[in-house]
Structures are given as C-alpha cells and as structure tokens.
C-alpha cells in the first residue's frame, strides 16, 4: 500500500516541489487548493489528473486554513499518513498590511490541522510537518542561526509563524504526536512567486534583457539572506517525516549574499556587468560593461543591438515603498543538523540557483516577447 500525503499549500511554490517528489516516491498525494476566481493551479498542472481516471495518485479538495470544519473534514477523508502544512499567506511586507488573517491562516491554521488529527483519534497514525521559517530569528541574536538560537519575529507574518512553531511543540509533548518544524531559510526556483526578492530580480532581469522593461525599483539592497533551490528543501521536508522521532531541524546552505549582490549575480547570467553606487535611497546600479558572446549565447544575438544601448544606463534603483517597517538584515543558516541526523544535502549552490532561475525567465519573456512581435498578446477582454 502506497503512503497516503495531504499537502496544505499545494498550489504554492514548495507544495508543487513536493507534490511531485512525493508522487514519485510512490505516495498517493492529497492536496488543498483555494477556491479562486481564475485557475490557480499553474504550478501542478503537469501533475494533474482528470477526476474520471480510476486510481488517480493526486487528488485535490477545496479548502482554506482558516474553515476548521473544512480542514477537519478533509483530513478525515483523506486519513493521511503525513501531512505537510505548506500553506500560509507567505509574504513578509503583505503581513503588515493584512496582520489579522495572517495571524489565522499561518497561526491558527496550524492549529486546526493538530486539534483535527488529535480529535480524529489519528495522532498515532498521522505525522505533521510544520513549515517554520528563519524569519522566526529576525533580529539577529546569534550568527549562524540554529535549533537553539532564540528567536525576536519582525513582521506579522513571523509572529504568526511563531505561534504555528510553537503550538507543533506543544502537540508533540503533551499528546506524544509525531509533529516537526522544518526551519527552513529561504528557498527559492523558477517557480518563486514573482513578489519575493529573487524572482522579481531574475524576472526583471530578463524583461531589461529582452528590451521589455528598462529599470528595476528594489527596496533595501543590503539585506541579507542564506538562499537555497526549493528543490533541495522539499527533500528536507520528506526526510524529517521519515525519522523514528520528531525534532524540529533549521535547513539552509550556511552562505548569506545580499540582495545587491544577488542583482549582480543574475545581470551577470547574460553577460550585463552592473555597478552601484550612492547610497540608501540614492543607491543606483549602472552597467558599466557587456560581455557580447556571453549575451548572445544565453538572450540570442537578435536582442543584441538593443542591449548594447545599456551601456552606462542605471538600470537599478531604490523605492522606498519596499522597505518594511521592521527588517530582517541578515539571515545564515547553521544545518549541521540536518546533515548529520537527516543525511541531507543540498545539490544546488547559489550560482546554481540563479542559472536556473534566469534560464527559466529568458525563455519565459521571450515567449511573450514572440507572442507580442506575431501579434499573439496575451488575451485580454477589454482589448
Ligand atoms: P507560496 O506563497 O508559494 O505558497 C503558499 C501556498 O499556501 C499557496 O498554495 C497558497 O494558495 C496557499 N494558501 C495561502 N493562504 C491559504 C489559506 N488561508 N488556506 C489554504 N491555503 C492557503 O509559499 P512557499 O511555497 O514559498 O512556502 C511554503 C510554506 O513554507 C509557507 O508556509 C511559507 O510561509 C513557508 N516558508 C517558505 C520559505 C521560502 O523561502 N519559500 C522559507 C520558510 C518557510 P494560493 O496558490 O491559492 O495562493
Ligand atoms: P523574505 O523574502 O521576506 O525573506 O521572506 P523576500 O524575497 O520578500 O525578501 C528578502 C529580502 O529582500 C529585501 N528586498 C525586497 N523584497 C521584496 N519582496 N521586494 C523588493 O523589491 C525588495 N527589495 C529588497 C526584503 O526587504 C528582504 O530583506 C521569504 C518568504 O518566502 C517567507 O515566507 C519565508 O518565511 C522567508 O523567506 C524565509
């Protein structure tokens, strides 16, 4: 019999991850998607399965984190074996405008899901895990950040998560259930959603590329993050479920890089070398050269001419409007840990993860750039 997985937050970035190592590793897989006014399902589409098919392995149920009767009813369906909670509404600066639902889905949500399998009668049969956050350390008390760094949360969003962090503890050691934080630090793919940090980059990255966009706004270049590939991390999670006890485990790559730095590594994917200068919110980025055989062979040489107008243009700068009223500066991770208790370790490195990411987006842009210059545009209703 194949393991039976429930994954909340299946539609996001690591829920689409997971769901297709988990299908591959044999596991029949459960997910819950938001109902939403458009398809939201883009990320798992090429795993999705028509409901006439006889003995699907992935099945997906409306439901939201914050219908406790809708969670509970679900998980007494399904009778998962593991369930990855995934789900929250994710995004750190969104937290401050919305702290309220934040605080239910990401906290209370988390509840729900343990009072539901202890009220089942299934905490002996269903283990949980819990998508805990570096965000948890915000102001920095430790560097690296481990299992036993304490924790300051900065936003809504880490306060909530807090709560969700603790609460798993809690279940696990007053009703012995098999219930763990995997404390991840960011994790990122071509499957990031297009808000974070990094996909903003690699995208607009590849738009001023392409001649598509021509000036990137950030918030504070200066932050700093332990990035890793979303593909290693969702192994992480799998193999946190597959240990005899529950322990909560910081996963991360042990290298912090600046958002600066970040932008250079991914102008540097198509051979545009970009400079910056000033400071706070006079900081701007130029581009003071262009590698050409480095642009043709990873853009094309048709886009060439155009790209080559970048020379000395600032292409980079700050709006304020992306700062958040308390930062994170600096997150790194320390996962000695998770390497010697887990055995995990991570394939890619951050070079790695650009490469893919600006791969990804190249192509993803000049699909639209085609689609636009053949006069295919993207459908819209107004036009
Ligand atoms: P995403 O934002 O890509 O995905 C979040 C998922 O949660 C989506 O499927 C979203 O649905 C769903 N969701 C949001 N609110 C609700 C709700 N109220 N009820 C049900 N589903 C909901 O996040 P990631 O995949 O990047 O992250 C996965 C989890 O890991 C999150 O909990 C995140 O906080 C946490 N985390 C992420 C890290 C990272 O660097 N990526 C690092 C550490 C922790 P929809 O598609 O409809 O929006
Ligand atoms: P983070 O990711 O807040 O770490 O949370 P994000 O990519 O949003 O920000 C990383 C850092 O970059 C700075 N920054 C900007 N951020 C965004 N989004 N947009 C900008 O224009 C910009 N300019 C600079 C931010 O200030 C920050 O310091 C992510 C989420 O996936 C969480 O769910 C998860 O828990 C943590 O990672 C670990």
Redesign the pocket.
Known sequence: MSKVALITGITGQDGAYLAEYLLKSGYTVHGIKRRASMFNTDRIDHLYQDPHVENRNLILHYGDLTDSMNITRIIQEVQPDEIYNLA?M????VSFDTPEYTANADGLGTLRILEAVRLLGLTQKTRIYQAS???LYGLVQEIPQKETTPFYPRSP?AVA?MYAYWITVNYREAYNMHASNGI???HESPLRGE????R?ITRAVSKIALDMQHEL?????S?Q?DWGHAKDYVRAMHLILQQDKPSDYVIATGVTTT?RDFVRMAFAEVGITVAFSGEGVDEVGVVTAIDQARFVESVGESYLAKALELMDKTVVKV?PA???PT???L?IGDPTKSKTVLGWEPKYDLKGLVEDMMRSDVKGMKKDSYLKEGGYRTLNYFE
Request: charged letters at 25%; aromatic letters at 18%.
């Open positions: 929250a994710s995004h750190v600066k956050t570096s965000e969003y998560k991840l630090f960011n808000t974070f940090v990094t903003k706004y950030l918030g504070n270049l932050s993050r958002v709006d992306y700062f958040r930062e994170v500066e997150l």
